[in-house]
């Protein structure tokens, strides 16, 4: 996947190279680092069946490249890592078990009822994309489709996972990581269509927004969205607030 992109780029970029070359050392050397059949961080994660590292230090540095080329491909192969790390528990009917799961959380008024509706919105944010799906061309509604599809499946396993108790914050993690990575796996294919972050970015701070509301119950104990924080809450919820401010500044930008 990255090497195919090296190879695209050369093909695409190669005067801009010539031009900006600490740019194109900068991704060669970080592609390297993963890619290194010696001591890459792939053959480091294939040898000990780790893959945080390899995920941290990709994740880590994905925003540090300009490009949406770039961006994408990393995005894909974190969504590649992430599938292949994962071992859901099959679970039969799976939408159908998880809008169960959510009736029940509904019913419990409190933290639990607001829980279902942040986790309904998301599942409403994503139809929205469903729906815009419907006006592309088709390569690109082939696509989004698809894409679709597994946002469905990440929110049912997301939501069944937890049937029984409040998301953990590692668990929400998770969570985040695996939606925004899909959201942004297609960007490069997306990038003609200038109305693809508006779609995306509801989806994104409805996620986001969950992540307050179980941030705030890991520090509590109960869900406390806007008022009545400790000092340790408000530091663990600034990194969050600041994912709302930059989200907001792009979307009126």
Known sequence: MLIEYI????QHYSIKDVFLPGDKRAREQFIGQIVNAK????KEYVDSGNIDKMLNTITAEISSFNGIKMQATLNRMV??????EAKPVEIENLPAKAKQVLSLFEGKKGKSLEYALKMKNIYTQI?????????LPEREKKVIKQLVTALKRDVDQFVCQNSKHFPSKESYQKFKLTIKARLHSHDDLMSGHTSWPDIIINLLLSVITLGKLICSKARTGRASLFFDKTEDQKEIEAPVDLALENLGTF???
């Open 7 to 10: 190879d695209g780029r050369k």
């Open 39 to 42: 001591d890459g961080l792939l």
């Open 251 to 253: 979307l009126a930008g």
């Open 127 to 135: 139809e929205g994309i469903n729906a815009y799906a419907n006006t």
């Open 79 to 84: 969504v590649k890592l992430i599938e292949a």
